[in-house]
């Protein structure tokens, strides 16, 4: 078992305070993904775990022993560095075996897990050849293999996939997540890309800033994002936005208003009756009804036609300028100049208030 | 994956130093490079070849004036009734013939000679009608006479030069890797201070110290002793600037994933940092073994018991004690200066990428 809980963990560095405070629970055996624009405090987050950093305030505990006094390499925990960390002037079972032969540990043992993980990893015809005769995604799977060797409690990785071409970005992405499967050991990612958040994760951990801002599975993210932030930084295109307010709404009932725009009707209802004059409402591309007969809702003009042959992305602009991205499943007819009438499917809109938190809907 | 460290097949000694900067012809910035390139090497060489040829030379040779180019010696022969070997000369007769002749003596502008090969009769020759018959030859005797000369000896000054050479260079190596590996990967307070009071030491002149060290030395009992010269000397602060630049640039991660990997900071220093920094520990290593070869000064001070001369202080005993005995004095130059000249050739590669990467002289 190895459960890991950060309680209130603050982080600065001199007088500028990179983690406000941070509190995150996490079980035994989960995949868990660090996601966030560049600079939110995701690798710190990361760090402060595997102890290269000190904690400024708070408490870490693994298993429930506080580990804030322990030192890095008596955590149990291992590593992948962003920039992988081989060490260039030894083999490749030299760098696997580097941590092991640290403790003392028996040749024949260090020989076992050597040759274990390299198999696992299928790096044995690499052993003897040192980091810079190798791939970006062999360096890639020897920096993995030097953690497994290493038979943490948690894997720590640091955007491990970062420095790969997008061919093989897709490819160990996979490789990941069949080894966790196989493994069944806690690991924490780091990744400002949410795609492989959506695809990896048990359960995804969005920051900004140093704060968390929600947390839940890949999918409860995306149909239930808490704000702005998470709606606009989960899913990919992003979603749709149109700032206006809430007319009308009772149980079954909710219009909105936009500047230059007929009022819609929201299909669906909140879970509390209310209006609000600064409301946002929120869209994903393939949440639409497109319709070419007037007065189904918002009329659209396309500007650009992406026809990717399975899927198609349509361009537009509401009156006023405002962009809206549509989804069409197959080939779409749509031209540019075409006016089209859109209308969100039930349920699948989301509203924000003016602080930017959602507004809760009934639940169908 | 390419390896762009290995040299390109086609990339030969003769392609390297026949590359030129016009296609067909020379360009004009061609020659003038290599102008400024054979100058240098002329600057450079000359005085370095100057002392090999001089100490095949034999003393009269030596003095000669004016210089010959190549060591010569003037031809003699043994002549019966004459115990030393008389010089031969060429002398033009009266009738315009040549004939070798061997000197007696010489009296103002006549000179004495003989027949070699009819040594009853005496023949008075101006002085002007006989040349010196000369041949090359390699005065190889100055060198075995200054192996029994000094009756041994030269091999305890030798011992004593590699002694101090070897043992502070590798001390040197260990001490100042070890402050750079402090000043460049560790935050901690007053590290600048350090580095920037480390660098001060620049600025003063090893002769102003001088006599401190030697009080230093002195108390310490070490005078005459191959250590006074070894430690004080042992860090220094070129060497420590230099190694902490170049270990600015090794990866904190690389540190980061050894400590996590359970290795002590002392490992982490034997293991990952020393052996990522040769190519700055080479050029520290040739700074180091040069001037503690050619150090005078220190060892002249420290060093006043014969049995603990250096190389170099050997070399200056020769010019005192019984006048200068020139051929001696540069058969044992040319020896003192062969080591170092290996040193360059075995260890130049890693001057040449150690100093690039650095970025400093």
Known sequence: ?364 | MTDLSQPKPGLSIAAFATRRRGRKRLDWTDWLTYLYLVLGLLVMFTPVLWVAISSFKTPANLTEFPPTLLPYAAQTVVVEGHDEPLPLFDVVGEDGQTRQLAQLRRVGIQAQMIDPANPEERIVVPVGNATPVRQLYLATENYSNLLSSTGGQIWRYLFNSLFITVVATAITLVMNSMAAFALSKYRFRGSNVALVSILATLMIPATVVLVPTYMIVAQLGLVGNLWGVILPTVATPTGVFLLRQYMLTIPDELIEAARMDHASEWRIFWRIILPLSSPALAVVAIFSILSRWNDFLLPLVVLTRRESYTLQLALASFQTEYGVRYEVLLAMTTLTALPLAFAFIFLQRYITSGIASTGIK
């Open chain 1, 1 to 364: 078992m190895a459960n890991l809980t950060l309680q209130n963990v603050k982080k600065s560095f001199g007088a500028v305070e990179v983690i406000p405070g941070v509190d995150l629970e996490i079980t035994d055996g989960e995949f868990v993904v660090f996601v966030g624009p560049s600079g939110c405090g995701k690798s710190t987050l990361l760090r402060l775990i595997a102890g290269l950093e000190d904690v400024t305030d708070g408490d870490i505990r693994i298993d429930n022993a506080s580990v804030v006094d322990v030192p890095a390499a008596d955590r149990g925990v291992a590593m992948v560095f962003q920039s992988y960390a081989l060490y260039p002037h030894m083999t490749v079972r030299e760098n696997l075996s580097f941590g092991l032969e640290n403790i003392r540990m028996e040749k024949a043992e260090i020989n076992r897990r050597v040759s274990d993980a390299a198999r696992l990893l299928q790096i044995e015809q690499l052993l003897e050849r040192r980091p810079r005769q190798l791939s970006g995604g062999q360096r890639q799977r020897v920096a993995i293999g030097r953690a497994i060797t290493r038979d943490p409690k948690i894997f720590l990785f640091d955007e491990p996939l970062s420095n790969l071409d997008a061919e093989l970005r897709v490819l160990m992405r996979v490789e990941i997540t069949k080894l966790h499967e196989r493994l069944g050991n806690t690991m924490i990612y780091v990744t400002h890309d949410q795609i492989e958040a959506m695809t990896m994760a048990d359960k995804i951990v969005v920051l900004r800033k140093g704060v968390v801002e929600q947390v839940g599975a890949p999918l409860d993210l995306y149909n239930e994002p808490r704000n702005l932030f998470v709606a606009g930084f989960i899913g990919s295109p992003r979603m749709n936005f149109v700032a206006g307010k809430i007319a009308a709404a009772d149980a079954g009932h909710v219009v909105f208003e936009a500047p230059d725009l007929p009022p819609l009707a929201l299909p669906g209802g909140l879970a509390a009756p209310l209006t609000a004059d600064g409301a946002t409402l929120g869209i994903r591309p393939e949440d639409f009804v497109v319709s070419r007969d007037a007065g189904a809702g918002w009329p659209v003009t396309v500007g650009v036609a992406e026809q990717y042959g399975a899927n198609s992305y349509l361009h537009c602009t509401l009156p006023g300028d405002v962009p809206i991205l549509v989804h069409e499943a197959g080939q779409s007819l749509a031209r540019r100049g075409d006016v089209l009438y859109l209308a969100p499917r039930e349920n699948h809109w989301h509203l924000f208030g003016a602080d930017g938190t959602a507004i809760a809907r009934r639940q169908a």
